[in-house]
């Protein structure tokens, strides 16, 4: 990455390099002299000048200019001939173009969705689990070792308030198309009057013939583990981190109940562990105790390096409480969580609340009957997770390039065209129109020279920020940048085929070289597809 270089040669490994709005700044600007001059009591003006200097006698050829500006800024502009260059390397890079090593393998797992097994997949499942599909595949990228974990609740209050509904008591709670059903299918349990193996049977059924197909065969994502939140209560994980607390002396007893001292933690008030037994129901243990128990799991036996959780906006008030549960069992490692904010489905500008099959929410499952996977998956990847999303289903349903993922797919689909038709003209000499493209289109050191229009520059300019997209949120998670980074580049690859004319059979050399760049941005825009899962179609 520039980054990285600038970094380097500034010896500032942890400076800030951004990009500037404004051109006239250059392609890169660091105010990290500003700080270094505050902490050594400089003159920045003249640290940056003196850090610039060094930089101009290391003779290196990335920049075309290294300017000081008031009060301290350093502003870098690239070169012409490193912006040529960059094309050879993707080309030589191909699908692995954009792969950096940030990571350095470190352990992470990313656990999303985990949609209670008492019904279908809601709008909201389907915005999270795209998050955290996409999530994991940048963090591989990025050169973590990464797995994919999905945490089922089957166990507990709601399981039991799905038994009441399925039997259809006066305790029911879930309503709905699939409620019928399943109190037709399982009428041989009814007369046993046990809502708790009523629920555990019909949670059982829910998530192997509702929630898992759904997921594997429509949102097309693979999970590398399942956890049953029943089978981690059974195996006694939770008992063993119970009596770690309790031997820390973090446990009380108050009405009958065991509570956390999870205020010594940073938390806002103690927590329930195991609640009291009345009203004719027997104690049990809350939805903290298992968590605990499931991430003593991550961290200690599992070892990962860092734990992702992807939760719905609902469950923002229960990050205090499992953090406090960490610290108290001292359990090594990072735990993020990404809060997924709501969405809204919107037809003609109202929104859409009522199912028509199932009298809830619209489902993801009817969602993915109105339009195709791709134009869902790139919709709900396009908003940052803390904002509310208006997911307008008008615009998803549009088959034209005013709907963006279209306009991005006939991007790739006219760049594919456009090599389909060099190889019948003879452009490469060899035929090849993939494989091994640097050899094909024979590019010598002063074939590069001839990319020098503003639009070839700019597209190139486009084309060499995918690595740094991918480290930035490998960083801080915001994979909106993907969907936006595919329509910037799109327009850039517009704008050079407007502006330079591909095939030109009287400038053969000047072919090959556009050509070249023609192919850099087919596999730019392949791999930025592939991370977001979503198809990149030769034809259309």
């Known amino acids: 990455m520039i980054r990285s270089q600038i970094q380097k040669l500034l010896n500032l490994p942890d400076a800030a390099i951004d990009r500037p709005e404004n ?6 600007s660091t105010n990290a002299v500003l700080k270094l001059a505050k ?4 003159n920045p003006m003249i640290l940056a000048q003196a850090l610039v200097q060094k930089i101009l006698v290391s003779d290196t050829h990335i920049f075309s200019k290294i300017e000081v500006a008031s009060p301290g800024f350093i502003n870098f502009t690239l070169s012409n001939e490193f912006f040529r260059q960059q094309v050879a390397e993707i080309l030589k890079a191909k699908e692995n173009y954009g792969a950096i090593n940030i990571g350095e393998n470190k352990k992470v797992q990313v656990e999303f969705i985990s949609a209670n097994p008492t019904g279908p997949l809601t709008l909201g499942n389907g915005r999270g689990g795209f998050f955290g599909d996409v999530l994991a595949n940048v963090l591989a990228r990025a050169g973590f070792d990464v797995k994919r974990e999905y945490f089922v609740n089957d166990a507990g209050y709601q399981v039991e308030v799905l038994g009441h509904s399925v039997l259809k008591d006066e305790q029911a709670q879930y309503k709905g198309e699939y409620i019928d059903k399943l109190n037709k299918k399982f009428i041989c349990w009814l007369c046993s009057k046990d809502p708790k193996k009523v629920g555990q049977k019909a ?3 829910i998530l192997a013939k509702m929630l898992q197909p759904t997921i594997k065969d429509r949102m097309k994502i693979k999970f590398d583990e ?9 195996s006694g994980e939770t008992d063993e981190v119970l009596q770690m607390l309790k031997a820390k002396n973090l446990t009380y007893e108050q009405d009958g109940a065991v509570w956390f001292k999870s205020t010594q933690f940073g938390d806002d008030k103690d927590r329930v562990l195991i609640t009291s037994a009345k009203d004719g129901k027997s104690a049990a243990a809350t939805y903290l105790l298992p968590d605990a128990a499931y991430h003593y799991k991550k961290f200690v036996k599992d070892k990962f390096d860092k734990v992702i959780n992807v939760w719905g906006a609902d469950h923002h008030g229960y990050i205090l409480r499992l953090q406090a549960v960490k610290k108290a069992l001292d359990m090594p490692g990072e735990l993020e969580v990404v809060i997924m904010q709501l969405v809204r489905l919107m037809v ?8 028509k099959r199932l009298g809830t929410y619209i489902t993801l499952d009817e969602l993915l009957e109105e339009i195709p996977l791709d134009v869902a998956r790139f919709f709900f990847l396009m908003r940052a997770p803390n904002t509310h999303m208006d997911f307008d289903l008008d615009l998803a349903k549009e088959q034209s390039q005013k709907n963006p993922v279209y306009y991005v797919q006939y991007a790739y689909a006219r760049i594919c065209s456009i090599l389909r038709k060099a190889s019948e003209s003879g452009f490469p000499p060899s035929g090849g129109v993939r494989g091994d493209v640097v050899s094909d289109y024979k590019l010598q050191a002063n074939s590069y020279q001839l990319l020098s229009h503003p639009s070839e520059l700019a597209l190139i300019k486009q084309l060499i920020r ?10 801080d998670y915001g994979v909106h940048r993907l969907p936006q980074y595919s329509m910037d580049l799109v327009r850039s690859f517009h704008k050079f085929y407007e502006d330079c004319k591909v095939i030109d059979e009287t400038n053969k050399d000047l072919t090959v070289a556009r050509l070249a760049l023609c192919e850099a941005t087919r596999i730019t825009l ?5 991370l977001m899962g979503i198809s990149a179609p030769e034809k259309m």
């Open 526 to 530: 392949k791999n930025t597809l592939d």
């Open 39 to 42: 902490k050594e009591g400089k």
């Open 203 to 205: 949670a059982k059924y």
């Open 23 to 28: 051109p006239g700044f250059g392609d890169y």
């Open 226 to 234: 399942w956890v049953s939140e029943n089978s981690l209560r059974l």
């Open 466 to 475: 995918l690595p740094e997209i991918i480290a930035d949120t490998a960083t």
């Open 348 to 355: 003609k500008g109202q929104e859409v609340k009522m199912s």
